[in-house]
């Protein structure tokens, strides 16, 4: 099952050619740089670098895969959430692939995409596990705009049981990495200095601690806590700075601990996914690991950190589920497709089948 997948929710540009579960190609282009010097991504800026990329990193794609545009089943689209106008130009353009090409379309949510990333297999390997078997689970999507926890009952079927209410974990991260005079990621940057520091030097507050029932992530106090000890500390010496990444990156992660210990006393699941940029983080995975053995279920990362960023790949994965569920749109039905740029995951509109 041959589907060419396309992603632009944001500031990464990206088409994949899957085969099931089995990414051929996964190609990125970040335009990452071109939004630095405003501190965010700019969406006209978004919007123009998709539209001059697209068309070279299709062709990268399905050159990497060895495959032709006419051999593959179906184009995937992710119809958001993201940049409404940066998500346009991917749809526009599977769209008149899926016409010119007479294709089935699927449309995709880009937070399933992180949710079922960790089943995805490199072409070098073999599924090992008979995905159904893993379901119900529970998943941890952690990037730079969610902190989701999901629990998910099977393949296609979501209920978010706890989502952040200010910041999320992987924007945390990299505030606090540019107060600390580092740039982006700042998740990936911390993670290194982190190691070599003494998390217990200072003391930082464990977010929503006692109202873990709330089951809401909030990290804008720990933000503020760090603020104050930035200041209080400076001059920073390097040793001062990575013993407060430290801590900040112990009490992050000590939040997302006590939520998903709460989840997994509520909801009898099989596994535990874990998706997004943030799960690229070694230290995270060791603790999620740990709590999963305590709990008799097996933790699922993606199988590269390309996987775990923003891609195309992952789209790739959650549009064979669909399809096998008949979940398509053929090539007269097409234009019903539209952005949803704050799509949920457990929130169809009707024509998203
Ligand atoms: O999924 P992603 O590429 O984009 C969004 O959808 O936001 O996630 C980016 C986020 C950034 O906040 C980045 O700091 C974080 O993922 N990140 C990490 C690591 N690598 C990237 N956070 C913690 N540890 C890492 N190793
Ligand atoms: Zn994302």
Redesign the pocket.
């Known amino acids: 099952m041959l589907i060419l997948s396309i992603d632009t929710?944001?500031d990464?540009t990206s088409v994949a050619v899957t085969d099931g579960v089995t990414v051929l190609s996964n190609v990125l282009w970040s335009q990452a740089s071109l939004h630095a010097e405003f501190g965010g991504v700019f969406p006209s800026l978004a919007k123009r670098a998709h539209e001059e990329h697209i068309e070279w990193v299709i062709k990268k794609a399905l050159g990497t895969s060895k495959k032709a545009i006419e051999d593959m089943d179906a184009i995937a689209v992710t119809i958001g959430p993201g940049l409404a106008i940066a998500l346009e130009v991917g749809i526009n353009k599977a769209k008149e692939l899926a016409k010119k090409y007479n294709k089935t379309l699927i449309a995709v949510n880009?937070i399933e995409g992180?949710l079922l990333s960790p089943l995805a297999v490199s072409k070098n390997s073999q599924p090992t596990t008979h995905n159904q078997l893993l379901f119900p689970a529970l998943s941890l999507v952690?990037?730079?705009?969610?902190t989701d926890l999901i629990y998910a009952e099977k393949i296609g079927s979501y209920k978010i049981i706890a989502h952040t209410v200010d910041d999320?974990?992987?924007?945390?991260?990299?505030k606090a990495?540019r107060m600390l005079g580092f740039g982006?990621?700042?998740?990936?940057?911390?993670?290194?200095i982190a190691k070599g520091g003494n998390l217990m030097r200072y003391s930082l507050p464990i977010p929503m601690i006692g109202r873990e029932n709330q089951m809401e992530f909030s990290y804008s106090g720990l933000k503020t806590a760090l603020y104050r000890l930035v200041e209080n500390q400076k001059p920073l010496t390097k040793q001062k700075v990575a013993d407060i990444a430290a801590c900040f990156?112990d009490k992050a992660f000590t939040h997302i601990e006590r939520l998903v210990k709460k989840a997994l006393k509520s909801y009898k699941v099989k596994s535990f996914l874990f998706?997004?940029?943030?799960?690229?983080?070694?230290?995270?995975r060791n603790r999620l690991r740990k709590i999963c053995k305590e709990n008799g279920i097996q933790l699922l990362v993606p199988y590269t950190?390309k996987l775990?960023?923003?891609?195309a790949g992952m789209i790739g994965i959650v549009a064979y589920f669909k399809h096998q569920r008949n979940e398509c749109l053929n090539p007269d039905n097409i234009d019903v497709v539209d952005r949803v740029p704050r799509a949920k995951i457990d929130q169809l509109s009707p024509w998203q089948l």
């Open positions: 929710s944001c990464e880009h992180h952690a990037s730079g705009k969610h999320a974990v992987g924007e945390a991260l990299d990495a982006y990621p700042g998740g990936a940057i911390l993670e290194k990156q998706g997004g940029g943030v799960s690229s983080n070694v230290e995270l950190k775990c960023t923003d891609n």
